[in-house]
């Protein structure tokens, strides 16, 4: 039998045929200044992606380039950006502007991208304000304020002052923030961070995961709807809570509110100060060593104990009431509709 072939439409051989054109790379900005002149950096631009990339250098450059497959499409569309570089009393500003009413030059095969990128050492303290467009920031040694309406952020590293980081849709990933205050916001997206330290440590995310390896400080990490894992948590208070997911912290030291209206809660517990646990709907399970003292105040559907060597109270079926080794900081446990199971570690 003949092979049956289907027909290809002339606009789809038009595809095959037609040559790929390569892409126009252009730098209609390109500025450098002396390092003693820069003492602040302030940066807000529409529509733009944004690096920033820190040494022991002697100049702050500022590098914008266009990039599209059509020269004079690229440069219509930045031009309608307003770009500006200029430096104020110490202060280098990098703005842009869109004019209202333009849309750019997004048809197949001559989108156009702006690329802001940004040399300079790390102590330069530090504002970006991004409308739309990622964010990548190697290290910063002064402290930051960073905002951006649409995109992602990935940091190396921020200290040495106030930390505020934030995007209404968008992850962030870091790998240190370190600073008195350290505030880290999406209205939708995960946060991904790996050492968290301050005196006042915020978290949270409206639609998505937080991860954290490990946070030394006053610490709250909140999300709406999504899990929350963190490794290692030092604090004199903390408090995590999500609507709806799963919540695991690996090692806790220190005082800790946690809830959950819709998801599992597991907690190893390593040296608690005060602990509350709170489920909605899902179980709990909190492990702690042998030998801890501490007073047990659990409640559930069905609860679960290990033995414990020096355990003093009542055991029933939904609830544990007692002292362990003596007693000592409160561990209270409730879920509404699920069990609860306290396991014994060694040291």
């Known amino acids: ?60 450059t500022v590098d914008v380039t266009v990039e599209g497959r059509d020269r004079n499409k690229a440069m219509e569309y930045y031009e309608k950006q307003n770009f500006s570089v200029a430096l104020e009393d110490g202060t280098l500003h990098v703005v842009s502007k869109r004019e209202e009413n333009y849309g ?55 200290s040495g002052g106030d930390v505020a980081i934030q995007t209404s849709d968008g992850d962030i990933v870091a790998d240190l923030l370190q600073g008195p205050s350290v505030s880290i916001k999406t209205s939708d997206g995960d946060l991904m961070l790996g050492e968290l ?56 030291t220190g005082s800790l509110t946690v809830s959950s209206s819709d998801g599992d809660i597991e907690l190893g517990l390593v040296d608690p100060g005060d602990i509350s646990v709170s489920v909605s709907d899902g179980d709990a399970l909190v492990s702690m060593p042998s030998d801890l003292s ?33 007693g000592g900081s409160m561990i209270r446990v409730r879920t509404s509709d699920g069990d609860a199971v306290m396991r014994s570690l060694r040291r």
């Open 104 to 158: 750019g030059s997004y048809e197949w095969g001559n989108s156009t991208s702006i690329h802001v990128m940004i040399n300079m050492p790390a102590n330069v303290p530090t504002n970006i304000h991004t409308s739309d467009g990622d964010l990548i920031i190697e290290e910063l040694t002064s402290g930051a304020k960073i905002k951006t309406s649409d995109g992602d952020i990935k940091i190396g590293g921020i």
């Open 197 to 252: 330290s301050g005196d006042v440590i915020r978290a949270q995310t409206s639609d998505g995961d937080i991860g954290v390896e490990s946070v030394i400080g006053e610490f709250e990490a909140r999300t709406s709807d999504g899990d929350l894992r963190i490794g290692e948590m030092v604090s004199s208070s903390a408090a995590v809570r999500t609507s709806d997911g799963d919540i695991k912290i690996s090692n806790v």
């Open 294 to 326: 501490a007073t047990l105040d659990v409640k559930a559907n069905d609860v679960e104990m290990d033995s414990f060597s020096n355990f003093s109270g009542d055991v029933a079926s939904s609830k544990i009431v007692g002292d362990l080794n003596g």
């Open 1 to 60: 039998m003949r092979p049956y072939l289907k027909p290809i439409s002339f606009a789809a051989l038009l595809l095959i045929v037609a040559p790929v054109s390569a892409q126009v790379k252009l730098t209609p900005i390109s500025e450098q200044f002396s390092v003693s002149q820069v003492g602040e950096l302030i940066l807000s631009v529409t529509d733009a992606d944004v690096t920033v990339n820190t040494s022991n250098v002697s100049s702050v």
